[in-house]
Antibody
Framework: EVQLVQSGVEVKKPGESLKISCKGS????????IGWVRQMPGRGLEWIGI????????RYSPSFEGQVTFSVDRSINTAYLQWSSLKASDSGIYYC????????????????WGQGTLVVVSS | DIQMTQSPSSLSASVGDRVTITCRAS??????LNWYQQKPGKVPELLIY???GLPSGVPSRFSGSGTGTEFTLTISSLQPEDSATYYC?????????FGQGTKVEIK
């Protein structure tokens, strides 16, 4: 079964750093694009960006460029999303998702998704 | 970046109704349009890829159409378990973007 399992709830103070994880199984993790999506409380989905596990190549949304950093550890099939200095506005649920090819590879979509990591940033 | 606009933002319909949700792109995205379903408190799930492709396990009452800048998601006969928020997402550019979502409620 193709699966992504994310790390648990995080409660942090403004200014603190944080690194959350996303562990893949059931597929060739080392040659995949893994995406990150934010959902703020009661709001819609926001595309943060993607990382290619093969060479750690990244693409960031302009809205998140410089605010977060992606990384991967291929030896343990895990992708990471990190912040160096959290803000209250970073609170939300963060999902990782595999960018899976469909339609003979002509299309790509996020599937499956991890269960989400709730990040709460509050003083 | 490409903006995705969904309409309506929410709707209420009865079981058995035909429901249509529209998604418009700020520029042409060819057929690189996906739809996701997110039930309350749950993880989003892929519903349709490439405008009209149904992943394995998605009921056939869901269908999609469109090309260029205007797309639709149709539920042919609304079921109670379809109560959810639906998001379109463009995959035409390297930077993907989602629509703001359409909440579907059952009367």
């Amino acid at each position: 079964e193709v699966q992504l399992v994310q790390s648990g709830v995080e409660v942090k103070k403004p200014g603190e750093s944080l690194k959350i994880s996303c562990k893949g199984s059931g597929f060739a993790f080392s040659t995949q694009w893994i995406g990150w999506v934010r959902q703020m409380p009661g709001r819609g989905l926001e595309w943060i960006g993607i990382i290619y596990s093969g060479d750690s190549g990244t693409r960031y949304s302009p809205s998140f460029e410089g605010q977060v950093t992606f990384s991967v550890d291929r030896s343990i099939n895990t992708a990471y999303l990190q912040w160096s200095s959290l803000k209250a506005s970073d609170s939300g649920i963060y999902y990782c998702a595999r960018q899976t090819p469909y339609g003979s590879g002509n299309y790509r979509a996020f599937a499956p998704w991890g269960q989400g990591t709730l990040v709460v940033v509050s003083s | 970046d490409i903006q995705m606009t969904q309409s309506p933002s929410s709707l209420s319909a009865s079981v058995g109704d035909r429901v249509t949700i529209t998604c418009r792109a700020s520029q042409s995205i060819s057929t690189y349009l996906n739809w996701y379903q997110q039930k309350p408190g749950k993880v989003p799930e892929l519903l349709i890829y490439g405008v009209s492709g149904l992943p394995s396990g998605v009921p056939s009452r869901f269908s999609g159409s469109g090309t260029g800048t205007e797309f639709t998601l149709t539920i042919s006969s609304l079921q109670p378990e379809d109560s959810a928020t639906y998001y379109c997402q463009q995959g035409y550019t390297t930077e993907w973007t989602f629509g703001q979502g359409t909440k579907v409620e059952i009367k």
